[in-house]
């Protein structure tokens, strides 16, 4: 089945939901069990791990779990046989064990994930270490959509019930029967360049891990463009003006703490220009040259996991890591080491 059919399958799947709930027993799934996610484990590359309806509710029904159209979303079509089949996300609790219980939740939960074929992770780390695109925003999507569900329970104008959709796409008011769809929040990330494009601007969030380094990110405000979003916050946060701005062809659906749309600019700034740090965000801003931010990208490449972490007050302020390869930061700034960005000859 091609592209269009595809899409316009989702699309009916997405409002009519007889005709999802019909599909349902013939459907895979992925999981999140106490909102960690099942991946693979002990594999090269972390996936989520897929099941089919009949064996996910075998091998749950185990350990006395159970799911339904309740807590799932609507992910994607998977092509089968001979038509297409959908792809769910099933988000559900596990109960603590009695409190005379010989064996801990945690250990009950590795023992789950061991039978269903992987391990339970935090979504962070699966968003930051998924190295396919197409894997990190069904994940994107599965969090913020299970999320919004959960959130979205009266209509904001008459405070009636909602009625959920079972793809999670969409919610109706019973009363006055406006439709609400899932938000997001658009996000500008920016890399700062100075004008021989041989330097970066790079940043430290308060309360990140230490020595890592990203770029300058911030949700963008009512009535404003994407641009005027980046430089705006380009001088809140490190108080320098940009002189030029430019939208890279680069976006990443994020799913935390809630659900936003990372775009991603480059913009050129002037070295003499003093810093400034917004205290509540960031904690240090510097310059750094081209291979300062290469040694970076190569001792993150070769510890993705971040483990090897600076513990000292002094060295957490000092450019050791870059985000994961997960991350549109990692992308963004290994395009720039690579010279595969540069912001001359562009404008606001
Ligand atoms: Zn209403």
Redesign the pocket.
Known sequence: MGFVEKVRLLDYWKVQDSALQSEFPRSRLVLMVDRRLLVTKDAPEVRMVEHSYGDLKQLLGEYGLQFDLSNSCLLDALEAETDMIPLFGTSIEAADPPEDSPISKKEVLRQLGNSLGGSFTDIRMAMLTMKEERQRNLLAKFQSLTKWAATYRR?P????ALKMRTSKSGAE??????VYYPTFSPVSITLITDPTNEHALLVRHRGSAGGVFTAVAGFAHTGESMTECARREIAEEVGIEVDSIRSLDMSQPWPMPDSSLMIAHVAVANMDQKISVCPDELETAQWFSRHQVRQALETTLSDPFLKNLPRTLDDRQTLHYIPPAGAIAHQMIRQWVDGKINCHNSRM
């Open positions: 209509c104008k008459c405070a009636a008011c019973v009363t006055c029967q406006r």
